[in-house]
């Protein structure tokens, strides 16, 4: 087989270009990807931030990031959206996924992001490049007759379905309200809102019915609202469609259970659907019989620290405290080695400091930069990674502190898919 004769060149493409840049995606993902698609995704990718790899003049390759703001514990951190990843067969393995993560990496670091955040179609790509679980998922397939909310929830208002001008005006407050309090949660363009989110074009339907945009209001304030789908489906014995629920945003307890309430009611269904919910799902405490609810955990976004003092200095302990960590790092090279995390108060909220490690402190636990990513917005605990095997403590009683340290009070979660 003839080898590849020239090297293989990274650069970003201008408006007119971006179709041929965007090509190899329907290739390595073996579907269509239609124009108005293409023209959709123009919409939201950032050209700079874009990179076709080219073998002469064929794109082989393509690779983008989106600019986002990342709640961690405590705050929030730049964070580069890794999208749209894709290598012809003709040139897989051949090392250029490997030249594009470099530059996309070398972006992050000049723009300031100090993590970067991917939805991987299959994670064992992505940990060789040192990313590791930043949050989990509960995916759910309930049959609707068997769902029985345990507690009456207080009223909590009416649903109004909205048309796409109206949601695109009245649901980000209410998603940028609980963005700000769940670590794993990225901000949303005005574009993403209105060209993806919200929009419900034909390419986008799947064989299911159109998009519906329904807000919860009580007495004019907007509490909450669901993006879904409904699939008719009927047999000799009569409708059981099926609802694909997109995403349920609620202000509070009673108005999220409102919202489940109003859509385990929807006429004609047979079973509801959801994806990308937090883990724990709040619905496995609000029904009955929660494993009727069909629920699977898998992991979320993959999280990769770019630069590790930024990163760690940007979220909240619970300090006081001081954590000596040994790193290892063989795509970054500069995170490698010892750095020491201090956190002077109580609750020492975004005030830690982080700095190479003098050379006499041992270090409290030992591990790959992969495994910090899996504790960074809370998704796992040290003491998950010690039983896994990833992490090793190395004075006894580090890894209590450490995850003292570490704890936080919601679990991270990411609805936003990219
Ligand atoms: C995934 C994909 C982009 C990889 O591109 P590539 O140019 O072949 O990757 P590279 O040659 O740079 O591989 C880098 C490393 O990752 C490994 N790797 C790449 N794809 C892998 C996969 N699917 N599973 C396991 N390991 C993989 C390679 O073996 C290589 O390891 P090494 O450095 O130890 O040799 C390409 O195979 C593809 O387009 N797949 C289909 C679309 C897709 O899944 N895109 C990702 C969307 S999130």
């Not at 090392?95 to 723009?111: C, H, K, N, S």
């Not at 407050?173 to 993806?196: F, K, L, N, Q």
Request: proline share 6%.
């Amino acid at each position: 087989m003839a080898q590849m004769s020239h090297e293989i060149v990274l650069r970003s493409p201008t408006d007119a270009e971006f179709s041929r840049f965007v090509a190899p995606l329907s290739i390595a993902f073996g579907e269509e990807v239609s124009d108005a698609a293409i023209e959709n995704d123009r919409r939201t990718i950032e050209l700079d931030r874009f990179i076709g790899a080219l073998d002469g003049d064929s794109v082989v390759g393509c690779a983008g990031a989106y600019t986002f703001r990342l709640t961690v514990p405590g705050g929030e951190v730049g964070a580069a959206g890794i999208t749209a990843v894709g290598v012809l067969p003709s040139h897989r393995r051949r090392g250029i996924l490997r030249q594009m993560m470099t530059w996309l990496f070398a972006q992050a670091r000049e723009r300031q992001e100090p993590v970067a955040i991917l939805w991987a179609s299959e994670a064992a790509i992505y940990q060789r490049f040192g990313y590791g679980p930043g949050t989990l998922q509960t995916q759910f397939d309930a049959v609707k007759d068997k769902i029985r909310f345990a507690r009456p929830v207080e009223s909590a208002g009416r649903v109004r379905i909205l048309g796409l001008d109206e949601a695109v005006e009245r649901f980000p407050p209410i998603y940028e309200a609980i963005r700000r309090s769940t670590p794993g949660a990225v901000t949303r363009s005005e574009a993403r809102w209105r060209w993806e989110l919200l929009a419900d074009a034909e390419w986008m339907r799947h064989g299911n019915g159109a998009k519906v945009l329904a807000l919860l209001e009580d007495d004019g304030h907007a509490r909450g609202y669901v993006i879904y789908r409904t699939r008719s489906e009927w047999d000799s014995l009569g409708p059981k469609g099926v609802v694909t629920v997109m995403e349920v945003s609620a202000l509070d307890a009673a108005a999220e259970q409102a919202l489940w309430e109003w859509i385990f009611g929807i006429d004609l269904i047979g079973s509801v659907r959801g994806w990308r919910g937090p883990a724990p799902h709040p619905l496995q405490l609000m029904v009955t019989e929660p494993r009727r609810l069909g629920t699977t955990l898998t992991d979320g976004t993959w999280l990769r620290i770019i630069d590790l003092p930024a990163a760690l200095a940007s979220r909240a302990y619970r300090g006081p405290g001081n954590l000596v960590i040994e790193l290892t790092d063989e795509f970054c090279p500069w995170n490698a080695g010892r750095w020491q995390l201090s956190v002077p108060g109580k609750d020492g909220g975004g005030s830690a400091v982080v700095a190479r490690a003098p050379s006499t402190a041992e270090p409290d636990l030992v591990l790959d930069i992969s495994d910090l990513a899996a504790v960074y917005l809370g998704a796992f605990r040290f003491a998950d990674l010690v039983r896994a095997g990833r992490v090793r403590e190395s004075r006894p009683g580090a890894l209590a502190a450490a995850d003292a340290l570490f704890s936080t009070v919601r679990a991270p979660s990411n609805a936003t898919m990219f």
